[in-house]
């Protein structure tokens, strides 16, 4: 029996001479019948030694394609400054697109790269860099100083792209334009800037791009007024209900290829709400649904992944973002066919089995990958701490202002603000008489604890009711009583944090400066003025450099502080960190922040370690926790979800 030929031996016999065509009511890729069998996997999620492993699963399960987001704040951490794999932010490693497209082309798969400027993805400001905050931007139009920042970025990433068409030998067979640009309308306040879709059409002529140009929206939410029909083919977006969508989409653009770019397989959480979960007969169901009708299929997500660091985003689910603001946890698991971990779920299968029903082209499938094993590592014990106060005397910037600012507004990183962590307002030589009263007027951005020399006075978090009191972004003007003992020349310090930026709404919620910035600080009647302010934004280079550890004896005080523990490992393996001894707050792996914890709320309540952040020997496991710290940090084998 003859060997059947690979995905590329069966596309490119002969030569290239043409890429992925929407010419006719079905595509053809070289002049050949295709389907797209497409799943959505983020690189900036997945650690590099592991892409190629995530990638031969997809390939083994029948998938053609990877679908890809690219993150212009990762991408451009600075102004002016980029990392695309070797830029030397903490990030790099993940960062690295052209290894990443090269493995997915060695993996026998095509790609689908949607490159921004704003990609959504529940990713920390939808992909956008905080930095253009520090001018009056409206982003996401053809606002001419917005546009000068995307020309300067996509001239620089789209060279790049441009290499790996498909038609140059390269895996790339698709752009999208924007990201689910319909969705701005407003009708009567804001309708979508075409002037704005032609300038990013023009951006990727201009730099080589040749591959099919496309957008995606929900097709019965928004028609077409999100796209330009006359120059990009029209995907679909939507969990339920695809012959609905697949019919407007005929509607709107008859005689083209159908496809959903989103087929979202599950969902993804917010801190305090239930675990999502998708029923995997209705997800069959709708799959079997799509490839009968027939049309093309990019599962969103088929590998989740995680938000490292403070990379998650946020959303808005009534009112004004200042008070509804909803923020992503670190898990990206989505409930997708392959977990957060790369490992093979009941959804798997299915997709395996309804590939393998509609698809006619005889090519090659690799065989299905081993599971990457896991590990629960003994519980290490917490030896030594640094307080807040020792905490600060390590941040040497250091900038006094009249009032409180906006972390972005910062004259920190090159001139382009503070964009992730925390940040901190510090007044001293106070008298604080009895029950004085501390107002922060109008939202804080998004939480904030308040310490009295060195000693927190706000509330810990005991759950998801501490939302609508002080210290938390639902309430505007909240005011907190400072106790009923009379201090003089204290210290006030005011920790704010950015827990996320929303990554999707209308365009007026795109304005998301973080900190204390919406208002002044009073103690009683006094306006407080003149604030020592202080990034706390947790770089590797600074946390590896931190000394003068102490040993801890109060374990039952709340308090901000950093607590450090140390293990000694053999061969790397990947695990989950355990937190649920701990209050709220971040876990840091060998200077690498892994991600938020906040135990109380739920429902995420392990971090998923990958092996590649370990090393072999002794590792250093850092944990700034806000409130209660547990005595030790525990490991599992398994992700654990729930809502207390």
């Known amino acids: 029996m003859a060997t059947l030929p690979t995905l590329y031996e069966y596309y490119t016999a002969g030569g290239i001479s043409s890429g992925l065509s929407a010419s006719q009511n079905y595509f053809t890729l070289n002049n050949r019948n295709i389907t797209l069998y497409s799943g959505a996997m983020h690189y900036f999620r997945v650690p590099k030694p592991y892409w190629r492993d995530r990638l031969r699963k997809m390939r083994a399960a029948g998938l053609n394609t990877v679908e890809t987001y690219m993150p212009w704040n990762l991408h451009e951490p600075e102004i002016g400054n980029y990392d695309f794999g070797h830029g030397g932010s903490d990030m790099q490693e993940f960062l690295d697109i052209e290894t990443f497209l090269k493995t997915a082309q060695e993996e026998d798969m095509l790609a689908i790269v949607r490159p921004g400027p704003y990609i959504c993805a529940e990713w920390e400001y939808g992909g956008l860099p905080s930095w253009l905050q520090r001018e009056k931007i409206f ?152 490839l009968k ?44 066919p392959l977990s957060e971990a790369g490992d093979y779920t009941e959804k798997y299968d299915m997709v395996k089995e309804l590939i393998s029903k509609y698809n006619t082209v005889p090519i090659r499938n690799p065989p299905t990958p081993a599971t990457t094993p896991k590990i629960a590592y003994p519980n290490i014990q917490v030896t030594e701490r640094l307080e807040m106060d020792e905490i600060i005397d390590r941040i040497s910037e250091k900038f006094v202002f009249p009032e409180t600012i906006a972390m972005e507004n910062l004259p920190i990183n090159n001139n382009s603000g503070q964009s992730y962590g925390y940040i901190i307002y510090r007044k001293t030589g106070l008298h604080i008489p009895s029950h004085a009263k501390l107002k922060v007027e109008n939202h804080v951005c998004d939480t904030v604890m308040v310490l009295i020399d060195g000693v927190l006075v706000s509330k810990p978090l005991s759950g998801a009711s501490d939302f609508d009191g002080f210290g938390y972004w639902r309430i505007g003007s909240g005011i907190l009583d400072l106790g009923s003992e009379e201090k003089h020349n204290a210290t006030l310090e005011l920790v704010a944090e950015n827990w996320g930026r929303s990554n999707y709404g209308w365009l007026e919620q795109f304005w998301q400066l973080k900190g204390l910035h919406q208002g002044d600080v009073y103690l009683n009647e006094d306006k407080l003025e003149n604030w020592e302010t202080m990034p706390l934004e947790f770089k590797k280079k600074w946390t590896n450099s931190l000394t003068g550890w102490r040993a801890i004896s109060d374990w039952n005080v709340a308090k901000p502080a950093l607590y450090k523990a140390t293990f000694e490992i053999g061969e790397p393996m990947d695990t989950f960190v355990d937190m649920n001894m701990w209050t709220k707050g971040i876990v840091i792996i060998n200077g690498f922040v892994l991600g938020r914890y906040a135990t109380p709320l739920g429902p995420q309540q392990t971090l998923y370690l990958p092996a590649p952040l370990l090393q072999e020997g002794v590792n250093e496991m850092i944990v700034f926790e806000q409130f209660y710290p547990g005595k030790e940090i525990a490991f599992s084998t398994v992700s654990k979800f729930y809502t207390p």
Do not use: C
């Open 139 to 290: 982003v996401r139009t053809s606002d001419s100083t917005f546009m000068k920042h995307v020309t300067r970025y996509f001239n620089i990433l789209l060279p790049i792209l441009a290499a790996f068409q498909f038609t140059l030998g390269g895996p790339i067979i698709a752009f999208q334009v924007e990201n689910e640009y319909g969705n701005t309308e407003q009708p009567g306040v804001f309708m979508p800037d075409k002037a704005y879709l032609e300038q990013l059409r023009q951006l990727n002529i201009r730099n080589g791009i040749v591959e099919l140009l496309f957008t995606s929206d929900t097709p019965t939410g928004h028609g077409d007024v999100g796209t330009l029909p006359e120059y990009f083919l029209q995907t679909a977006n939507f969990a339920h209900n695809p012959e609905r969508e697949f019919d407007r989409l005929k509607q709107l653009q008859p005689n083209k290829p159908i496809m959903a770019m989103e087929f979202w397989t599950g969902w993804f959480d917010h801190w305090a709400e239930h675990h999502h979960t998708r029923d995997n007969r209705d997800f069959y169901n709708t799959l079997d649904r799509i």
């Open 293 to 336: 009708y027939p049309a093309s299929v990019n599962m969103y997500m088929f590998l989740g992944g995680t938000n490292f660091g403070f990379l998650n985003g946020a959303n808005q689910e009534w009112g004004s973002w200042n008070e509804a603001i909803l923020h992503t946890t670190t898990s990206y698991d989505y409930d997708a």
